[in-house]
T-cell receptor
Framework: ETGVTQSPTHLIKTRGQQVTLRCSSQSGHNTVSWYQQALGQGPQFIFQ???????GRGNFPPRFSGLQFPNYSSELNVNALELDDSALYLC?????????????FGEGSWLTVV | EDQVTQSPEALRLQEGESSSLNCSYT??????LFWYRQDPGKGPEFLFTLYSAGEEKEKERLKATLTKKESFLHITAPKPEDSATYLCAVPQRNNAGNMLTFGGGTRLMVKP
């Protein structure tokens, strides 16, 4: 049990719709990031939030956006869903952003776009 | 650009048959290397962090080692419960926080 919780666990959306995924980080962890993991592949970094500000972004289009709240929980929003967005979306948290801090992952949200 | 490559993509072992998984990396400056275990449909579970060449860490039947170009995850006398996907990752830069570049993973199946 990592203390990182994500919701919902599974959802199905139609192409063109919008989705919001939620993450509660481990207590006290102020650094939260999101990853996309397609079947059979390693996770791909989407973006990271540190103390409510985005401070790093991977190679994902602007229709992927996010928020971090004062309690350090976070949301991932995806607009104009495409079939290729079907994947496991993972949230990860750590205490501060110093390299080397242990990074804990949640169980993920499975998104299917039809 | 950092690159992380894992091999083999899949590995089948008999229970008790020891083996090693490889993680090769190309980075501008190593800032650590992480190993994770991922069970089907679950999030990655942290195993080890290695920081410098020559470093080794152990946990039960697993031992991770690091050189300047690659890391190995040695599995000694594996059991069926060791079946999972093993992922390695490197931080993308200093103060990267959770910004990791992952390899594609090695899917390990241990048969009784």
């Amino acid at each position: 049990e990592t203390g990182v919780t994500q919701s919902p666990t599974h959802l199905i959306k139609t192409r063109g719709q919008q989705v919001t995924l939620r993450c509660s980080s481990q207590s006290g962890h102020n650094t939260v990031s999101w990853y996309q993991q397609a079947l059979g592949q390693g996770p791909q970094f989407i973006f990271q939030y540190y103390r409510e500000e985005e401070n790093g972004r991977g190679n994902f289009p602007p229709r992927f956006s996010g928020l971090q709240f004062p309690n350090y929980s976070s949301e991932l929003n995806v607009n104009a869903l495409e079939l290729d967005d079907s994947a496991l979306y993972l949230c990860a948290s750590s205490l501060e952003r110093e390299t080397g801090n242990t990074i804990y992952f949640g169980e993920g949200s499975w998104l299917t776009v039809v | 650009e950092d690159q992380v490559t894992q091999s083999p993509e899949a590995l089948r072992l008999q229970e008790g048959e020891s083996s090693s998984l490889n993680c090769s990396y190309t980075v501008s400056g190593l800032r650590g290397l992480f190993w994770y275990r991922q069970d089907p449909g679950k999030g990655p579970e942290f195993l080890f962090t290695l920081y410098s060449a020559g470093e080794e860490k152990e946990k039960e039947r697993l031992k991770a080692t690091l050189t300047k170009k690659e890391s190995f995850l040695h599995i000694t006398a594996p059991k069926p419960e060791d079946s999972a996907t093993y992922l390695c990752a490197v931080p993308q830069r200093n103060n990267a926080g959770n910004m990791l570049t992952f390899g594609g993973g090695t899917r390990l199946m241990v048969k009784p």
